[in-house]
């Protein structure tokens, strides 16, 4: 059977004012993961936070009890130099890492943020050492990628340097409450249909109107910003994703 629904509401549009709290009520209303997203002001135009953030969001939310577990900080890492800072959000409470293809295959294996290296990583090196600090591995594209890079990636028979999931993103990376692109959906159709048990990640403009197009093309982990943190019933939101993703998967369509 294919994988379970998760549903991972994106903090992003969450009160920064409060939050902690914002992050334990979300994991009350339901949700599975918390989706953090890291931006550097480098790889896409937009900054966010950083470890520092995490590290104090951390103890507002029980650690997972296991891999995919409820509570994991699933940590959208849209950065120039994915390597350098896989230590700190390992230290900080992240749980699975997901980095971008496009940044793993022009950046380098420097492993320390005040490091310098002349070495370049790759993806399949930076799985292998998101694995080696204890942490799930991710991979994401961009819009404007093929999905054909992925196929090399996820056909290697090493599970050291396979990744834990495939992040499509629905929208163009670096700001929340943008629209659904639907023309990102082949992707998610095509990874489906070649890796049936992997996670497949979609995020950028999901919410009730347009799950059921994502959860048929496959996608069984929903990342929702405003749609989730912006409703006046939370947990009726997540209810509603959870049950699109559902219906498909009983019903044999994922």
């Known amino acids: 059977m294919t994988p379970k629904p998760i549903i991972a509401p994106s903090i992003l549009s969450a009160d920064f004012a409060a939050l902690g709290a914002a992050c334990s009520d979300t994991i009350h209303h339901g949700a599975d993961w918390l989706h953090i997203d ?22 507002h939310v029980e650690r997972p009890k296991a891999a995919n577990g409820r509570g994991t900080f699933d940590c959208h890492m849209m950065i120039a130099e994915p390597k350098k800072w896989v230590k700190e959000f390992q230290k900080a409470g992240c749980d699975l890492y997901c980095f971008h293809y496009e940044a793993a295959i022009a950046s380098t294996a420097a492993e320390n943020p005040a490091d310098h290296s002349d070495a370049k990583t790759s993806p399949t090196a930076l799985i292998k050492y998101i694995h080696q600090q204890g942490m799930q591995a991710g991979i ?12 090399d990636i996820l056909a290697n028979q090493n599970k050291d340097e396979s990744p834990d999931m495939v992040l499509v993103m629905t929208v163009h990376p670096g700001f929340g409450g943008q629209k659904f692109m639907a023309s990102e959906l082949p992707k998610v159709k095509a990874v489906r249909e070649r890796y049936p048990d992997l996670n497949i990640e979609v995020d950028g403009g999901l919410g009730p109107s347009t799950i059921d197009q994502a959860a048929d093309a496959g996608a069984n982990v929903i990342v929702a910003g405003s749609a989730v943190f912006g409703a006046n019933d939370p947990a009726d939101v997540i209810a509603q994703l959870r049950a699109t993703v559902e219906k498909r998967r009983d019903s044999g369509h994922l």
Request: glycine share 6%.
């Open 140 to 151: 994401a594209i961009k819009p404007d990628t093929p999905v054909d890079v992925l196929w």
């Open 38 to 59: 890291i931006m550097d002001g480098h790889f896409v135009p937009n900054i966010t936070f950083g470890a520092p953030v995490v590290t104090k969001i951390r103890p």
